[in-house]
C-alpha cells in the first residue's frame, strides 16, 4: 500500500517542547477546541496554544475543576461536555454553532485507559465510546463551523494502537472484555477517523491528523495500579519514574500542539504522527513505534466512519454532500 506517512523533516523531535513547536508562531484571532483541556496533556495543550494567541475553549464533564484548572491562563473559556453522553455532545455542539463562531484547530484529547469494563450509552462499550464515537459526534455536530474555519482536527491516538485492529466482529467486547486490548482498539479507531475525515474533508479545507504524544505520566493512567507499572518498568517500588524514554508533559503535548498548527503540514493531512514529525510505517511485532497498517488503511477507515454513523445516527459530511 502506497503510504503518506513519512517524516518529512520537522526540525523537532521526541524532547521538543510545546513553546519549541510554537516559536515564531502567532496564534491571535485564531480559536481551538480542545476537549479534555484542562488536565495532564490537554492542559498543556490549552496553556500552550492560549500563549501563542489563540482563543481556547475548553469543553468538560468536570466543570468546576476545569474552571479551577484554568484559572489564571488567558483567553480560555469552559462549557460542559460529557463524551460518554451524545446528548451533552449534541448540547455543546449546538450551542456553539449557534454562536457563529468559526473553529480553527480541534484537538480531540480527552479520553480513558485501560479501566474497568464499562458501558456507555446503548450498552457501548466504554473506551471505544468515550475515546472515538464521542469525538465522532462532537466533530460532525460542530461541523458548519469547523468547515467554516478551515480548520486542522487532530486525534490523540497513541502507541497503544499496536495493541489491537478494530475488532470487527466484536467491536463492543461483548464476547469478553480486556481492558489493555480495548484501549488499544480504541486508539486505533482515533487514528483511523483521521484519515477519512481527511479524505472527507480537504475538499473544504479541513485537514486532519492523529498521533502518539509518547509516554507521560498524567492523571490518564489512573486506572493502572502501581504494580502493573512498576511490571512495566515505569516507576519503581517507591513510585519513582524509572523509564529514561518519559516525557515531560510539555514535551508530551507538543506533538499533538505541531500537528495543530505547523506550516510545514500545510496541504497535508490523513497521516498519523509521532515526536512532532510524521510517523514511518510500523516495521516488525515487537517495537511500539511508527503505525500500524491496519490503524492506516483507507479502507477500514472508511469502514470505521460508516459504522460510527449508523452507531450515533449523524454524518454531517453525507448530509453536506
Not at 159 to 186: F, M, N, P, T
Not at 188 to 194: G, I, M, Q, R, Y
Not at 227 to 239: K, L, P, Q, R, Y
Amino acid at each position: 500500500m502506497i503510504t503518506p506517512q513519512h517524516k518529512i523533516g520537522s526540525g523537532f523531535g521526541a524532547r521538543s517542547t510545546t513553546d519549541d513547536v510554537l516559536s515564531g508562531i502567532d496564534l491571535s484571532g485564531k480559536l481551538a477546541i480542545v476537549t479534555g483541556g484542562y488536565s495532564g496533556l490537554g492542559l498543556e495543550t490549552t496553556r500552550a496554544l492560549a500563549r501563542a494567541g489563540a482563543h481556547v475553549v475548553v469543553p468538560a464533564r468536570r466543570r468546576a475543576t476545569a474552571h479551577e484548572a484554568v484559572n489564571g491562563i488567558d483567553n480560555v473559556e469552559v462549557d460542559e461536555l460529557d463524551l460518554a453522553d451524545l446528548s451533552s455532545v449534541r448540547g455543546f455542539a449546538e450551542r456553539f454553532v449557534a454562536s457563529g463562531r468559526s473553529v480553527d484547530i480541534v484537538v480531540n484529547n480527552a479520553g480513558i485507559m485501560a479501566c474497568p469494563e464499562a458501558r456507555v450509552g446503548p450498552g457501548w462499550e466504554a473506551q471505544f465510546a468515550i475515546n472515538h464515537l464521542g469525538h465522532y459526534a462532537l466533530v460532525n455536530r460542530l461541523w458548519p463551523a469547523i468547515a467554516r474555519g478551515r480548520a486542522r482536527v487532530v486525534s490523540v491516538s497513541s502507541a497503544g494502537h499496536h495493541g489491537s485492529g478494530i475488532r470487527w466482529d466484536d467491536v463492543q467486547l461483548e464476547a469478553g472484555y480486556d481492558k489493555v486490548q480495548a484501549y488499544a482498539q480504541a486508539k486505533t479507531a482515533n487514528a483511523l477517523f483521521a484519515v477519512h475525515l481527511d479524505a472527507l474533508g480537504r475538499d473544504a479545507g479541513v485537514r486532519a491528523f492523529s498521533l502518539h504524544p509518547g509516554k507521560i505520566l498524567t492523571p490518564l493512567q489512573r486506572h493502572l495500579s502501581d504494580e502493573e507499572m512498576v511490571a512495566a518498568g515505569w516507576i519503581d517500588e517507591d513510585g519513582n519514574l524509572v523509564d529514561p524514554t518519559f516525557k515531560t508533559p510539555e514535551q508530551g503535548a507538543a506533538t499533538q500542539v505541531w500537528a495543530a498548527t505547523s506550516p510545514k503540514l500545510a496541504d497535508m493531512g490523513g497521516v498519523y504522527c509521532e515526536d512532532c514529525d510524521i510517523a514511518e510505517p510500523a516495521a516488525g511485532d515487537d517495537a511500539l513505534v511508527g503505525v500500524r497498517e491496519y490503524a492506516s488503511d483507507p479502507k477500514q477507515a472508511a469502514r470505521l466512519w460508516t459504522l460510527s454513523a449508523e452507531l450515533t445516527g449523524i454524518d454531517a459530511c453525507a448530509e453536506t454532500a
